[in-house]
């Protein structure tokens, strides 16, 4: 699994560290890329959590690559985006709708 940290060499750093501490074999690269043997989604979400870095999402690009990065605020743009998986829409019903697919109701 590779963990792109988008340049941020800080939260590379920490991240590494937070799963160094949990046990976990990671090597930190150039450019902020974490790579690793294990599937690190649900770790890296609490290392989110206990850090309280709440402006950055995990994104899931294909089943190997996790791209790391701090949100860009779009719904200044008029669009709304989804909590949990980040996808895009035009307007709060259709974010109502398609957050009913993840089977969670939320706040
Ligand atoms: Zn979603």
Same mark, same amino acid.
């Given at each position: 699994? /590779? /963990? ?17 501490? *949990?046990?976990?074999?990671?090597? /930190?690269?150039?450019? +902020? ?20 870095? +709440?402006?950055? +999402? ?31 829409? +035009? ?6 709708? *398609?957050?009913?697919? *993840? ?5």
């Amino acid at each position: 699994m /590779i /963990i792109d940290c988008a340049n941020d060499s800080e939260l590379a750093a920490e991240l590494g560290t937070y799963l160094k501490n *949990h046990y976990i074999d990671v090597r /930190i690269g150039d450019a +902020s890329v974490i790579t690793t043997e294990s599937n690190l989604e649900e770790i890296i979400k609490s290392f989110l959590e206990e850090t309280k870095r +709440s402006g950055y +999402s995990l994104r899931k690009i294909d089943p190997t690559n996790i791209l790391l990065a701090k949100e860009v605020p779009i719904e200044n743009f008029g669009f709304f985006r989804c909590e949990m998986c980040g996808y895009v829409v +035009s307007n709060e019903e259709e974010l109502l709708t *398609h957050r009913r697919a *993840h089977g969670i109701q939320l706040l």
